[in-house]
């Protein structure tokens, strides 16, 4: 089993910037893949971007160039660096980390953000 839990979350002003981390305990396989997702009320959750062991990254179109996402592994430990927020990222962000191998997948609570305008 793997426990997932975010932090760094709050109310910002738009341009203004904020740091999620994600820390994972339990069970971790060291090939994993990991991401933060978002789901605004009302709308479908959505992967924000990902990141897997080897340090591959990939991101969503709208978030590109603004959030840069890292991880440290000898920390089980997953970082989204939020920069030039903008009102229409408000939403929940959860961390995600999935065990390719097994197919396993685990989510954690999720953490609230919302940017003011």
């Known amino acids: 089993q793997v426990r997932l839990v975010e932090s760094g979350g709050g109310l910002v002003q738009a341009g203004g910037s904020l740091r999620l981390s994600c820390a994972a305990s339990g069970s971790i396989f060291s090939i994993n893949t990991m991401g933060w997702y978002r789901q605004a009320p009302g709308k479908q959750r959505e992967l924000v971007a990902g990141i897997d062991n080897n340090g591959y990254t990939n991101y969503a179109s709208s978030v590109k160039g603004r959030f840069t996402i890292s991880r440290d592994n000898a920390k089980n430990t997953m970082y989204l660096q939020m920069d030039s927020l903008k009102p229409e990222d408000t939403a929940v962000y959860l961390c995600?980390?999935?065990?390719?191998?097994?197919?396993?997948?685990?989510w954690g609570q999720g953490t609230q953000v919302s940017v003011s305008s």
């Open positions: 995600n980390l999935c065990h390719p191998a097994s197919s396993n997948c685990y």
